[in-house]
């Protein structure tokens, strides 16, 4: 126990009342650092952990396809789109989360579905590689996700040096060469509208959606 002669108890009491303040200041000064500072540590992670390759909505013609070479070209990708797909972020052996707003369709429920092949700036072997969408049949969103090294011809890509453009191309329900454009009943496809998008995500993270605009 602390004994303090009377004359000076007031001012003993009044020091400890400023110190407590001073004390209490310094918490509540930490306090707001941790609650201003941690979310934008989470926002850095958020964003070093995905990006969007490309978000586009559009109108497809029958006329579009037939003079398209060699199909809906899309070069002006996301602006955070990196040259090195290896590093410092591994987004080659991340996935692909494919989202198709399909606004307006031609009435039948024709198999329809849009392949989505990355071109780099360097490849090898096939010199390109695409994944697709799921196969729709009207109207509405649909969503997916695909591991990057499992696409078709996801090799011939040399991802350390990057993807210059993505083509896009509506196909039916028969497989690869299913190209919708060349078929004789081509009015069950065209025209249509949709709203494409691909945000690629990191090894080992997952899909955040609010990364999207509505």
Same mark, same amino acid.
């Given at each position: 126990? @602390?004994?303090?002669?009377?004359? *000076?108890l007031?001012?003993? $009491?009044?020091?400890?009342?400023?110190k407590r %303040?001073?004390? $209490?200041?310094?918490?509540k000064?930490?306090?707001? /650092?941790?609650?201003? +500072?941690?979310?934008?540590?989470?926002f850095s992670? *958020?964003?070093s952990s995905?990006? +969007?390759?490309?978000? @586009? !909505?559009?109108?497809y013609?029958?006329?579009d396809?037939?003079?398209?070479?060699?199909?809906?070209? *899309?070069?002006?990708?996301?602006? =955070?789109v990196?040259?090195?797909?290896?590093?410092? +972020?591994?987004?080659? =052996?991340?996935t692909v989360?494919i989202?198709?707003?399909?606004?307006?369709?031609?009435?039948?429920?024709e198999?329809?579905?849009?392949?989505?092949?990355?071109?780099?700036?360097?490849?090898?072997? =096939?010199? $390109?590689?695409?994944?697709s969408?799921?196969? /729709?049949?009207?109207e509405?969103?649909?969503?997916?996700? +695909?591991?990057?090294?499992?696409?078709?011809?996801? !090799?011939? %890509? %040399?991802?350390? !040096?990057?993807?210059?453009?993505?083509d896009l @191309? %509506?196909?039916d329900?028969?497989?690869?060469?299913?190209h919708?454009h060349?078929?004789?009943? *081509? !009015?069950?496809?065209?025209?249509?509208?949709?709203?494409i998008?691909?945000?690629?995500v990191?090894?080992?993270?997952? $899909?955040?959606?609010?990364?999207?605009?509505?």
């Amino acid at each position: 126990m @602390v004994n303090i002669p009377g004359k *000076h108890l007031g001012k003993w $009491y009044m020091d400890l009342g400023i110190k407590r %303040i001073e004390e $209490y200041t310094i918490v509540k000064k930490a306090f707001l /650092f941790l609650i201003l +500072v941690l979310p934008l540590c989470g926002f850095s992670q *958020h964003k070093s952990s995905q990006f +969007v390759l490309f978000d @586009v !909505e559009f109108t497809y013609t029958k006329q579009d396809a037939d003079t398209s070479t060699p199909s809906k070209s *899309h070069d002006q990708l996301g602006p =955070n789109v990196p040259k090195d797909w290896t590093s410092p +972020v591994d987004f080659r =052996n991340g996935t692909v989360h494919i989202r198709i707003d399909v606004l307006d369709k031609p009435p039948g429920n024709e198999p329809t579905k849009w392949t989505l092949c990355y071109i780099p700036n360097q490849g090898q072997g =096939n010199g $390109y590689g695409c994944t697709s969408s799921d196969l /729709f049949l009207e109207e509405g969103v649909y969503e997916k996700e +695909v591991l990057m090294t499992e696409f078709w011809e996801n !090799e011939s %890509i %040399i991802w350390k !040096e990057g993807i210059k453009q993505m083509d896009l @191309v %509506i196909k039916d329900d028969s497989g690869g060469q299913g190209h919708a454009h060349k078929r004789k009943d *081509h !009015e069950k496809f065209f025209p249509t509208k949709v709203r494409i998008t691909m945000v690629q995500v990191a090894k080992g993270a997952e $899909y955040d959606p609010p990364i999207l605009k509505p």
